[in-house]
């Protein structure tokens, strides 16, 4: 039977650059969803935040959130700074991208051991980020 799950995840962030690890509640909507082989969109709404998927190694994720800040400065003359102080954090969801895809086969999504998913908060601190987790595929 084919099957359509949606899921969504809510944080917060508490820094202007950040990596929060979301793998174990994409993980967890993937198990209540209920496919057994297909793939799972997670899908970040928004226009100043990303997702990737890498290794949760603290000195790995601040080598990728320095070379964010590196690639998209948020003190260059960007000209949508005349009217909001975050465009590097546009250029940066525009490039790195706001969504990944995973498998999925016999019931779990597939990733590396050095594979986690993360959210790149690239405009903090937030109250409230979402990212929406929709799991398609054969159940
Ligand atoms: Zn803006």
Same mark, same amino acid.
């Given at each position: ?13 508490? /820094?202007? =650059?950040?990596?929060? $690890? ?5 993980? $967890? ?7 057994r ?26 080598? %990728?959130? $320095?070379?964010? /800040?590196?690639? =998209? ?21 525009? %490039? ?5 895809? =995973?498998?999925?086969i016999n019931g779990r ?31």
């Open positions: 039977m084919c099957r359509v799950y949606v899921g969504e995840i809510v944080l917060s962030t508490s /820094r202007r =650059f950040q990596l929060v $690890d979301i793998t174990g509640r994409v993980e $967890d909507i993937v198990s209540k969803s209920g496919v082989n297909g793939m799972c969109l997670v899908y970040a709404p928004h226009a100043t935040a990303a997702i990737i998927a890498n290794e949760h190694e603290p000195g790995l994720m601040d080598d %990728i959130l $320095d070379e964010v /800040r590196r690639l =998209f400065p948020p003190n260059e003359p960007w000209r949508h700074n005349r009217i909001d102080d975050n465009a590097h954090a546009h250029l940066g969801s525009a %490039i790195i991208g706001a969504s990944r895809i =995973f498998p999925v999504l597939v990733r590396g051991t050095w594979q986690n998913i993360f959210l790149v908060e690239m405009d903090g601190p937030r109250s409230r980020r979402r990212v929406v987790v929709e799991v398609m595929g054969a159940g």
